[in-house]
């Protein structure tokens, strides 16, 4: 079992950024696959980008360039660091964590870009 928090999200400016992060409970959190989504209102819930064991990332390709995703494994965290925020960027973000036909979400956190 694994659980995730997430934290970081809140209201910037356009152009702004914000770092989120997201910490894991349990045990081999480095062997899981850790990815963030995000939910805007009316709309689907989206893959914005992930990290795998090995360091492998993958974005979106409307973030590639603005979002960065690292994760510390001493630490069991995973971060998603976010630069030159656009309005199109409000969602809640979620942080998920999978290995084989698991997976485990946290509660999600608010972004907000606006003027």
């Known amino acids: 079992q694994v659980q995730l928090v997430e934290s970081g999200g809140g209201l910037v400016q356009p152009g702004g950024s914000l770092r989120l992060s997201c910490a894991a409970s349990?045990?081999?959190?480095?062997?899981?696959?850790m990815r963030w989504y995000r939910q805007a209102p009316g709309k689907q819930r989206e893959l914005v980008a992930e990290?795998?064991?090995?360091?492998?990332?993958y974005y979106k390709d409307s973030v590639k360039g603005r979002f960065t995703i690292s994760r510390d494994n001493a630490e069991n965290t995973v971060y998603l660091q976010m630069n030159s925020l656009q309005p199109e960027d409000t969602a809640v973000y979620y942080c998920n964590a999978a290995r084989g036909p698991t997976a485990f979400w946290g509660q999600g956190t608010q972004v907000t870009v606006s003027s």
């Open positions: 349990g045990s081999m959190f480095n062997t899981y696959l």
């Open positions: 990290v795998s064991s090995s360091n492998y990332t």
